[in-house]
């Protein structure tokens, strides 16, 4: 099920990135590109960097130097069209205690004008269909974050932005969401995982954020 | 559309769910006008030359009370992350949830107001300017208070901010909510304060979203 993409070979790129959290530089000079159906990898030790690099591939944060652009076009033109075409999966799962997991997910689905039929296969994939009509309050904490990662399912997205997805997992769910990326990446996806646990993913690009930490003067 | 609307449902869901939160706002209505009587004394005619004031700053006080929950539990939560993420304008999901604050407090004040004013004695033609200056002015409320609370979005202490960025902008709804009651107590035409309220409400719906989008981007940051 390979989607017609157009022949460039990169399709989302970043070029001189440099990002600063408060008074702190934290990485500069950082360049990636990401071609239709691949994965990158981010690594590095704590603060070093692998979640600002995601909220600024998102467009959260603005960077402090450096463009990102994707098919050529820098996204800070056209930020509503970037933020239609990616799924952001930080630390939080942003649940609401009250609301069942059916309806969260209904919830985010039509956030995203998708229609409701992507719902049922979404909360599938992840083994959710038994807690469906749970409310969020009572779920353990890796279900809270199946839930929160159903959220790539229940819209389509070409870009998936992932801050340590396998957090409070079991095995067999990492096993799930691996097959979700690597249907995803068939399809002519793009992902981009940080991460501290080795992750077995096919043809993955790895970026080891320490390699761009500002030299000392710099900072 | 479709998300906007979304976003209304799913806020007024959470409201009645969590119903406590907009019953506490009509609570704390009911209970501040009815302490008046008690400070000032039971004398009628006192009672009514204050109860248009009385109400309509108990009802700001009270839609200040529940400015806080426009934006905080997303923020802490990571909702209003992926809110903001949403292909949706920011400005757009503003607006649908100053519309699901509104219906949750403004207009359950406004259905209260009567009453609580026949409390105080109001006399009678005051009644329906009360009504209409409250239907008009409360969306205002919501509207003006969702940049103060998209402004204090993670401050400490953000209550006492929150109301000192937002009271003094909620003046002229005051203002002229309080004269089309009195106006009408003593004869004359409400018309012009009806429809300087309706100037205000037309001048927030663009400019409030606005604001407060661009107050809530750098706390998303």
Same mark, same amino acid.
């Given at each position: 099920?390979?989607?017609?993409?157009?022949?460039?070979?990169?399709?989302?790129?970043?070029?001189?990135?440099?990002?600063?959290?408060?008074?702190?530089?934290?990485?500069?000079?950082?360049?990636?590109?990401?071609?239709?159906?691949?994965?990158?990898?981010?690594?590095?030790?704590?603060?070093?960097?692998?979640?600002?690099?995601?909220?600024?591939?998102? %467009?959260?944060?603005?960077?402090?130097?450096?463009?990102?652009?994707?098919?050529?076009?820098?996204?800070?033109?056209?930020?509503?069209?970037?933020?239609?075409?990616?799924?952001?999966?930080?630390?939080?799962?942003?649940?609401?205690?009250?609301?069942?997991?059916?309806?969260?997910?209904?919830?985010?689905?039509?956030?995203?004008?998708?229609?409701?039929?992507?719902?049922?296969?979404?909360?599938?994939?992840?083994?959710?269909?038994?807690?469906?009509?749970?409310?969020?309050?009572?779920?353990?904490?890796?279900?809270?974050?199946?839930?929160?990662?159903?959220?790539?399912?229940?819209?389509?997205?070409?870009?998936?932005?992932?801050?340590?997805?396998?957090?409070?997992?079991?095995?067999?769910?990492?096993?799930?969401?691996?097959?979700?990326?690597?249907?995803?990446?068939?399809?002519? %996806?793009?992902?981009?995982?940080?991460?501290?646990?080795?992750?077995?993913?096919?043809?993955?690009?790895?970026?080891?954020?320490?390699?761009?930490?500002?030299?000392?003067?710099?900072? | 559309?479709?998300?906007?609307?979304?976003?209304?449902?799913?806020?007024?869901?959470?409201?009645?769910?969590?119903?406590?939160?907009?019953?506490?706002?009509?609570?704390?209505?009911?209970?501040?006008?009815?302490?008046?009587?008690?400070?000032?004394?039971?004398?009628?005619?006192?009672?009514?030359?204050?109860?248009?004031?009385?109400?309509?700053?108990?009802?700001?006080?009270?839609?200040?009370?529940?400015?806080?929950?426009?934006?905080?539990?997303?923020?802490?939560?990571?909702?209003?992350?992926?809110?903001?993420?949403?292909?949706?304008?920011?400005?757009?999901?503003?607006?649908?949830?100053?519309?699901?604050?509104?219906?949750?407090?403004?207009?359950?004040?406004?259905?209260?107001?009567?009453?609580?004013?026949?409390?105080?004695?109001?006399?009678?033609?005051?009644?329906?300017?009360?009504?209409?200056?409250?239907?008009?002015?409360?969306?205002?409320?919501?509207?003006?208070?969702?940049?103060?609370?998209?402004?204090?979005?993670?401050?400490?202490?953000?209550?006492?901010?929150?109301?000192?960025?937002?009271?003094?902008?909620?003046?002229?709804?005051?203002?002229?909510?309080?004269?089309?009651?009195?106006?009408?107590?003593?004869?004359?035409?409400?018309?012009?304060?009806?429809?300087?309220?309706?100037?205000?409400?037309?001048?927030?719906?663009?400019?409030?979203?606005?604001?407060?989008?661009?107050?809530?981007?750098?706390?998303?940051?």
């Amino acid at each position: 099920m390979s989607l017609p993409l157009p022949s460039p070979a990169r399709l989302f790129e970043g070029s001189a990135l440099a990002c600063r959290r408060g008074e702190r530089l934290v990485f500069e000079e950082l360049d990636f590109a990401l071609a239709p159906g691949g994965a990158l990898l981010l690594t590095g030790p704590n603060g070093s960097g692998k979640s600002s690099l995601l909220r600024l591939m998102a %467009g959260l944060t603005p960077p402090l130097a450096g463009t990102l652009a994707w098919d050529g076009s820098p996204i800070a033109e056209d930020p509503a069209a970037h933020r239609g075409r990616l799924h952001f999966i930080g630390h939080q799962d942003a649940l609401k205690p009250v609301l069942t997991v059916a309806e969260t997910l209904g919830f985010w689905a039509a956030l995203r004008e998708a229609p409701r039929d992507r719902v049922l296969p979404a909360v599938q994939k992840f083994h959710l269909a038994a807690l469906a009509e749970w409310p969020c309050r009572v779920l353990s904490a890796g279900q809270r974050r199946r839930l929160a990662l159903a959220r790539l399912l229940a819209s389509p997205a070409p870009l998936w932005l992932l801050d340590e997805p396998t957090t409070g997992l079991d095995d067999a769910s990492t096993k799930d969401l691996l097959a979700a990326v690597a249907e995803h990446r068939s399809g002519g %996806g793009m992902v981009v995982i940080a991460t501290h646990l080795p992750l077995p993913l096919a043809e993955a690009a790895t970026l080891s954020l320490e390699k761009f930490a500002p030299r000392r003067s710099a900072a | 559309m479709t998300a906007f609307w979304a976003l209304v449902a799913r806020d007024l869901r959470l409201a009645l769910r969590q119903g406590s939160d907009a019953a506490l706002v009509v609570a704390f209505f009911v209970l501040a006008v009815v302490l008046f009587p008690f400070g000032v004394g039971p004398e009628p005619q006192l009672l009514a030359r204050i109860a248009s004031g009385v109400v309509w700053v108990t009802a700001l006080l009270a839609a200040l009370l529940s400015l806080d929950r426009l934006f905080q539990q997303d923020y802490e939560d990571g909702s209003l992350e992926v809110i903001a993420l949403a292909p949706l304008p920011l400005e757009a999901a503003v607006l649908a949830k100053c519309l699901a604050h509104w219906l949750t407090t403004g207009l359950p004040l406004t259905v209260v107001a009567p009453a609580l004013a026949a409390l105080l004695q109001l006399e009678g033609p005051g009644y329906l300017p009360l009504i209409l200056a409250m239907a008009l002015g409360t969306p205002s409320l919501s509207l003006v208070g969702a940049i103060g609370a998209a402004l204090s979005l993670g401050a400490r202490r953000a209550g006492v901010l929150l109301s000192l960025l937002v009271l003094p902008l909620y003046i002229p709804v005051l203002i002229f909510g309080v004269a089309a009651v009195e106006q009408a107590v003593a004869g004359f035409a409400i018309r012009p304060h009806l429809l300087i309220l309706t100037a205000l409400l037309l001048a927030a719906l663009p400019l409030a979203p606005w604001a407060a989008a661009a107050a809530l981007r750098p706390a998303l940051e």
